[in-house]
C-alpha cells in the first residue's frame, strides 16, 4: 500500500507546542482517510485523531479534543498533527497511520485491524 513517515517529535516543556507530519508515499493518497494513534510507556497503542481524505471531517480522542489539530494536505501527500498546551501525559510514540481500504470513515471507535499501514513512530515528550 506505501510507506508512512513521521517526523517532528522531540522535547518540549509542559504548555509546550509541537508539530508532527507524516509523509505518505501512497500514491493514491487523497482517497485515504488518515489518522494519528500514540504509545505511552507501559500502555496500549491509542486513538489521538483522524481525519476524513477530504479533509472535511475529523475526530479526536477526548484526551486532546481543543489542544490538538489534524489537518492535511494532499498535494503533498501529507498529514500533520498540531499539538498546543501539551502535558506531560502526551508523552508518547506517535504514529500515523491509513486504513486498509480507500473511503473508509475513520472513528475514534475504528479498530486497529482496518489500519494497514503504520509508520515507524516518533517520540514525543514533555517535560514538567
Known amino acids: 500500500q506505501g510507506q508512512l513517515v513521521e517526523s517532528g517529535g522531540g522535547l518540549v516543556q509542559a504548555g509546550g507546542s509541537l508539530r508532527l507530519s507524516c509523509a505518505a508515499s501512497?500514491?493514491?493518497?487523497?482517497?485515504?482517510?488518515m489518522a494519528w494513534f500514540r504509545q505511552a510507556p507501559g500502555k496500549e497503542r491509542e486513538f489521538v485523531a483522524a481525519i476524513s481524505w477530504s479533509g472535511g471531517y475529523t475526530y479526536y480522542a477526548d484526551s486532546v479534543k481543543s489542544r490538538f489539530t489534524i489537518s492535511r494536505d494532499n498535494a503533498k501527500n501529507t498529514v500533520y498533527l498540531q499539538m498546543n498546551s501539551l502535558k506531560p501525559e502526551d508523552t508518547a510514540v506517535y504514529y500515523c497511520?491509513?486504513?486498509?481500504?480507500?473511503?473508509?470513515?475513520?472513528?475514534?471507535?475504528?479498530?486497529?485491524?482496518?489500519?494497514?499501514?503504520w509508520g515507524q513512530g516518533t517520540q514525543v515528550t514533555v517535560s514538567s
Open positions: 497511520a491509513a486504513p486498509r481500504l480507500s473511503y473508509t470513515i475513520l472513528k475514534p471507535t475504528t479498530p486497529e485491524t482496518a489500519f494497514g499501514t
Open positions: 501512497i500514491r493514491t493518497f487523497s482517497i485515504y482517510a
